[in-house]
């Protein structure tokens, strides 16, 4: 039988002393050995010269050792005859001659039980995980054959341990009873070295290690591993995808202004809309006025501005009329004459002739009041001297002065004039500022408002107008004080840049009764007020009409539909009427 | 052997309560001889570890000395029985099957009451573990379930009836009075040493027996 070669248990004592026992052992719980050394006494060394003696409870007296291994040296054999188990044995070295005892040693075999190791260890591969990195394995032994544990002799419990090779720290494993162990959580690629030791259950004395065995496992380069990576590549494009889809709905509105801005609104450079909408129309006209394209000159490669050719037939008619119908081309007698203006060109401006309108209501709308008659003009009455005006309709006293027909020189007018007057020729009479000067009447004052008066018209591309406290002016037959705020005061106390023409389209209309005319006469002299150059329209009433004057109910010569009323205008401002603001007015 | 495997061992075990007379009409749980051996040998074995657990908590606890002047049980020997045990392997196995359970069931009487003496024992100390208390309360218990099981199988596989434990054998433990503390420890020391060699007899003999029951030739010539 193999002869374990062991050094048993190292004695902790003074190396350099006499001789000692250096440990005794037993195997599989049958024999047992002990062994000794002569220590620093080298005159010991021969054989015989030291005995060992034991003596056990069972026998009293002291034997000498049953049998001295005669291949090693210092050993001392007990076979199964003298190994008694749970019985406590005692050992002494002895030197016979001289009797010295040396040392001594008592035990209980089953204490120095030190199991051979396991035999039989294998390993099989229990699985490799998904990514291929690691892997289980099922370790195997076999008890080991000295020890009977079929009998139940000896019942022993293992105890696994691994390492990767080459290196110096063991795992290991749990005490495990039976003949086989997992070994969970190895990695691919890596060589293990595994062996096994086994001890006495219940006792603490392991025995020796068996043999490593080597476990390796060779990566296999997975083909599925690429399959969970596009698949998550291809879940995280859809998440993602998902996530900017919810997020764009969620900001719907605040993207949409980020990538689609709203586009601006026309400006002018330097024009203010809010103040445009709202302003006062002194501030509008300087506001205006300071714009380039209305210095004097510019209007004439504006393609739009357009002249109103007045077109009568009858010029005989005047003395038999009133201006107005002159102006309109009516007659009380029905004259089927009708001013034609020249629509035709009518480049974004609103024209109000409608040549459907039926006669009688234009009759009935023209008709002036004849109270209006020698008196002073409203128009001219009611005039502040705070709020110069290029004359506008302007009465005279010599309204019943004719006019003549001339044909209005274009050029070099100011860009605003007002009508003030028709002749019964058909020709229109423009307030001071044209070339085609009025009577001598109007050079004073056309001077006196030239240098005062700064009017700013355009405002509207959709033309101009009246403003309705000029037109009720016109109309009016009692030369009632407007009052502050009914003046003229639409126009601007600044100064217009000269007068560069004009560009009336029409004569806003007033109440039945109060029917705005216009004097074909020559522009007034000085001692008429100086004239709103429009009237600012403050209310269009159900037919479409511009009213001018909300307190009353007024026909427009623009009506269209004249069915209709409109809701009263809301009180507007010292201004115009704008466009949108038309536009909440009709029904 | 941790704690935790031992109460794992007591769960499965269960205690052996076999009535032992069913002549008079009371129900008996019947149960066959090998099954019943197989839960003797549990016991013993569980029995045994306990035994080596406390006598290590007590050494660690009570014996300030090193381990080593203690494995030198010179001095100090264990009460022998009134019969001799056979102690080699060779003459183990010559014992008869008779003889077997007949040593083991001196050894499980012999050593209930020391037990209590030990309990008390304990107690006397001031400082020792609850776990070392509840372990000796514990073998106490399960010596009595262990004595319980092998009168059954005596009587089962030797058709011989026994009396139970109600004598006391003579122990060679003086009765502990005026003993000094120190000389008490000791002698609990010892005590205890000795206990967990018994309880290895008693599972070494258990599982001949039962060697013997499942394969006699490969027993008897190993």
Known sequence: ?587 | VSQVSVCCMLLCCGSLAVPLDCNDGTSCISISPEKLLDRVIQHAELIYRVSEESSTLFEKMFVPISPSALRNPGGKVCHSKSFPIPNTKSEIQQISDKWLLHSVLILVQSWIEPFLYLQTSLEQYANAPGDLVNKTKWVSDKLLSLEQGVVVLIRKMLDEGVLMSSFVFEEALSPYDAQSPEESVLRDSNLLTCFKKDAHKMETFLKLLKCRETNKLSCLFH
């Open chain 1, 1 to 587: 039988c193999r002869q374990p070669v062991i050094i048993a248990e190292i004695s902790l004592d003074n190396p350099s002393r006499g001789p000692h026992f250096t440990g005794c052992r037993s195997r599989e719980q049958e024999t047992f050995r002990c062994w000794w050394s002569t220590g620093i006494f080298q005159n010991l060394t021969q054989p015989g010269a030291l005995r060992v003696f034991y003596q056990t409870k069972n026998t009293l007296e002291w034997q000498e050792c049953p049998d001295y291994t005669p291949t090693v040296q210092n050993e001392c054999y007990f076979n199964k005859t003298f190994t008694h188990i749970w019985t406590s044995y005692c050992m002494q070295l002895r030197s016979v001659p001289q009797n010295i005892t040396y040392d001594e040693h008592c035990f209980t075999v089953e204490n120095i039980v030190h199991p051979d190791p396991p035999i039989g260890l294998n390993w099989t591969l229990l699985n490799v995980s998904r990514s291929g990195l690691h892997f289980d394995v099922l370790v195997r032994w076999a008890a080991p054959p000295s020890a009977d544990v079929q009998m139940g002799w000896m019942s022993l419990v293992y105890q696994v341990q691994y390492r990767v090779r080459n290196t110096s720290h063991w795992e290991s494993l749990e005490l495990e009873s039976g003949t086989q162990q997992s070994i969970y959580g190895l990695h691919t690629d890596k060589e293990y070295e595994v062996w096994v030791r086994c001890k006495m259950s219940a006792f603490d004395n392991f025995g020796e290690f068996s043999d490593s065995i080597i476990v390796h496992v060779a990566q296999i380069p997975s083909k599925e591993s690429t399959f969970p990576t596009t698949l998550v590549l291809v879940f995280g494009v859809v998440g993602v995808v998902i996530l900017l889809i919810l997020l764009v709905f969620s900001q719907q509105q605040r993207l949409m202004v980020i990538f689609l801005p709203p586009i601006p609104a026309p400006k002018i450079k330097g024009i203010d809309s809010e103040l445009l909408k709202n302003g006062k129309l002194d501030q509008l006209n300087s506001l205006l006025s300071s714009q380039e394209m209305y210095k004097p000159g510019s209007y004439h490669e504006d393609p739009w501005v357009e002249f109103i050719q007045l077109d009568l037939d009858d010029p005989a008619e005047k003395n038999e009329s009133s201006d107005t119908q002159h102006l309109l081309g009516l007659s009380r007698s029905g004259s089927s004459h009708v001013i034609h203006f020249k629509s035709d060109d009518d480049s974004g401006r609103a024209s109000c002739y409608d040549p459907e309108i039926p006669e009688d209501m234009l009759t009935a709308s023209l008709l002036p009041g004849n109270s209006g008659r020698g008196d002073q003009h409203p128009l001219v009455s009611r005039s502040s001297s705070s709020t110069p005006s290029l004359t506008a309709l302007q009465t005279s006293e010599g309204a019943e002065t004719p006019i003549k027909p001339t044909t209005p020189s274009w050029a070099n007018m100011d860009f605003y004039a007002q009508v003030s007057d028709f002749t019964p020729a058909g020709e229109v009479v423009l307030s001071p500022g044209q070339l085609n000067s009025p009577p001598e009447k109007k050079k004073e004052d056309d001077k006196k408002i030239k240098d005062d008066v700064k009017i700013q018209f355009q405002l509207l591309s959709d033309g101009a107008y009246t403003s309705e406290n000029t037109a009720r002016q016109l109309a009016a037959d009692v030369p009632s004080n407007p009052g502050p705020n009914q003046g003229y005061q639409t126009f601007p106390p600044q100064a217009v840049e000269g007068n560069h023409g004009w560009n009336v389209e029409y004569l806003a209309p007033v109440d039945v009764s109060q029917m705005p005319y216009l004097l074909p006469v020559a522009p007034p002299a000085s001692i008429l007020p100086p004239v709103s150059d429009y009237t600012v329209v403050q209310e269009v009433d159900g037919q479409r009409s511009l009213l001018l004057n909300p307190s009353t109910p007024q026909t427009s010569v623009c009506t269209h539909s004249p069915n209709k009323q409109l809701p009263a205008m809301p009180n507007m401002p010292m201004g115009y009427l704008t466009p949108d603001l038309l536009g909440t007015l009709t029904p």
